[in-house]
């Protein structure tokens, strides 16, 4: 899955496929993902934080 897919997913469905595709991978790549999401759509991550603050909890 591309950057950009991904990016048109979080936002069609928002958090709850954030939270759905974090589940799927291990805790040291959630990070990894997390950052390159922000990295490559600053726009979108930040609404991302507005919407769902307690993704932190999605990365235990």
């Known amino acids: 899955m ?3 897919q991904v990016d048109t997913l979080v936002f069609e469905f928002g958090g709850n496929l954030v939270k759905e595709l974090l589940s799927m991978i291990m805790s040291d790549e959630r990070c990894s993902m997390i ?3 922000e990295y ?3 726009d979108l991550f930040a609404q991302l934080l507005v919407d769902t603050p307690q993704w932190t909890e999605w990365m235990g």
């Open 2 to 4: 591309t950057h950009a």
């Open 35 to 37: 950052l390159e999401f």
């Open 40 to 42: 490559a759509s600053q």
